[in-house]
């Protein structure tokens, strides 16, 4: 049974639309639908009668007219259809009624109105969904799953969506939780007959568990990057000296003219970003403050902010102005790999990587290309061995490639899109696989971590047994937060007020 005692009601749909969906929910739904609905007359041929939806059963719809008013008044709304859902087998595991009517927004305001004349109210932002969590249709993490699955730009941030509001984040926890509650019964078992100090959890055995467990959100902690990638966009800093074409170059990228651009140096002094599909994976472009030295303070503070850019991005590209002089060239190309992390960047697909753009190559000599190839090639190779895209173009490793570009003439831009696109290609396939992309699972990941390593500590110590199970205990609250089972109203509003109204 419902602990919900209101009927709710909203629409389900997004207006503008030739068709609208008006959803009702709650033990009243059906019997206030019913009051101002009326079924169409079946042809006498087919020996049918009209069926009130007070007699329907789940999972049918039904033809008719809504109407207002009574007896001479009475008025007709719209021709609709009406699906009946009965509870359990609903969406919010109440009985519930969808109405699909024409999408005028008057019609829709007229429904409504008589909905709430009838005893409904409406529903507030994500109302469904949490009734659906609370009735047990789901867990906390398939809720917010739902609101993911709505806000997916791409094929592979609906994959991960998918994927968890079909229980396979879910699942992996609820493993996790079964092996610590194993131990920590065990453990608990102990204490009860500590007086005739008998051993239940053979510890070399517990430490195995719990390798396996902490192993495992690990490595769902070490996903989050990723994964916030691939549903927020793959985060991409274009990063350079001033006025060395990285304005131009977003433009280029976006195919309109986004950023403003001038021969003036430090026109941007504010970070500037869109994001831009390529071939099914989302990417967040970045455009930053030109990086140099200046007095002026607001620049300083951009300039600020372009190194924070680049510190949180997973690919950075480094324009370079092949026009300037070659210490500038490298000076530049030195300031940025600063900011890289102390490891090299490449390996999987959630690593910092960085792509060298060598800009203004069709105003640029022979000479100055070459020069610049090498002295790159001579740095990146010295701080960090890596294999780069020689001057000819053909490609001798895929760590650090450098292309050469025009952006004002839009030249070289689709080669280095292309090897951008195949380099995060994987993220299609890797969003398969769990990752964790809430930030809420994220910190309750962390919690249930440090709480295991605490357990890991007690085992190689002479740490009391019941410290040790009151660790496990935690680790399994944490864990416990993620899918709802352990939650505060507080955690719930917080959710849920980031909803649709109609979800």
């Known amino acids: 049974m419902s602990i919900f005692t209101n009927t709710i009601c909203a629409p389900a749909s997004s207006g503008g639309g030739a068709i609208s969906v008006i959803r009702v929910s709650g033990d009243k739904a059906i019997e206030i639908v019913d009051r101002i609905f009326s079924p169409a007359v079946a042809p006498e041929h087919t020996g049918m009668r009209p069926v009130s939806l007070m007699e329907a059963k789940g999972y049918s719809m039904h033809f008719g007219s809504i109407y207002a008013g009574d007896g001479e008044e009475r008025r007709q709304i719209d021709e609709v259809i009406v699906s009946v859902f009965r509870a359990p087998a609903s969406y919010t595991g109440e009985n519930s009624v969808e109405i699909s009517c024409h999408g005028s927004s008057y019609i829709v305001q007229e429904i409504l109105d008589l909905l709430i004349q009838g005893g409904a109210k409406m529903a507030a932002p994500g109302e469904f969904t949490q009734r659906a969590f609370v009735n047990g249709k789901m867990d906390l993490s398939q ?78 902690i070490s996903s989050f990057s990723l994964g916030n990638a691939i549903k927020n966009g793959v985060p991409v800093a274009i990063a350079g000296a001033t006025n060395s074409g990285k304005s ?33 994976v989302l990417f967040r472009f970045i455009d930053t403050a030109g990086l140099r030295n200046s007095d002026d303070v607001i620049e300083r ?21 092949l026009t300037s002089p070659l210490e500038d060239i490298i000076s530049s190309a030195r300031d940025i790999l600063g900011r890289i992390d102390g490891d090299s960047p490449g390996g999987g697909a959630g690593d910092k990587k960085v792509v060298f753009l060598l800009n203004k190559s069709d105003i640029a000599s022979e000479e100055q290309k070459c020069e610049a190839v090498r002295s790159l090639e001579s740095l990146l190779k010295d701080c960090r061995g890596l294999q780069l895209r020689d001057n000819s173009g053909s490609c001798t490793g895929s760590l650090c490639p450098i292309f050469f570009i ?77 899918v709802g089972e352990i939650t505060t109203d507080e955690v719930l509003g917080n959710i849920f007020r980031n909803f649709c109204i109609g979800k």
């Not at 493993?175 to 453990?187: A, F, K, N, T």
């Not at 503070?301 to 102005?321: F, M, N, P, Q, T």
């Open 301 to 321: 503070i951009g300039i600020e902010r372009a190194y924070s850019k680049i510190d949180e991005a997973l690919l950075v590209l480094a324009v370079c102005d």
């Open 406 to 482: 025009s952006a004002k003439e839009k030249i070289g831009i689709r080669e280095f899109i292309d090897h951008i696109s195949s380099t995060y290609r994987t993220l299609n396939a890797l969003s398969e696989t769990s990752l964790v992309t809430n930030v809420r699972h994220l910190e309750a990941l962390k919690a249930a971590q440090e709480s295991l390593l605490r357990v890991r500590e007690g085992l190689d110590t002479t740490t009391p047994t019941d410290l040790i199970a009151q660790d496990i205990r935690e680790a399994l609250y944490h864990l416990g937060t993620i």
């Open 143 to 220: 809720a917010e799953a739902v609101a993911d699955l709505i806000a997916s730009q791409t094929e592979a941030a609906h994959r991960i969506a998918m994927n968890q509001l079909k229980g396979g984040f879910s699942d992996e926890l609820s493993e996790m939780r079964q092996e610590l509650l194993h131990i920590v019964s065990l453990m608990e078992l102990e204490l009860d007959f500590s007086e005739e100090e008998v051993e239940f959890a053979d510890r070399r055995e517990l430490r195995e568990l719990l390798d396996k467990v902490t192993n495992h959100i690990g490595r769902l």
């Open 248 to 280: 131009t170059l977003l433009n280029a990228i976006l195919g309109e003219n986004r950023a403003i651009v001038s021969d003036i140096a430090g026109t941007t002094r504010d970070t500037i970003e869109e994001t831009f599909n390529i071939d099914g």
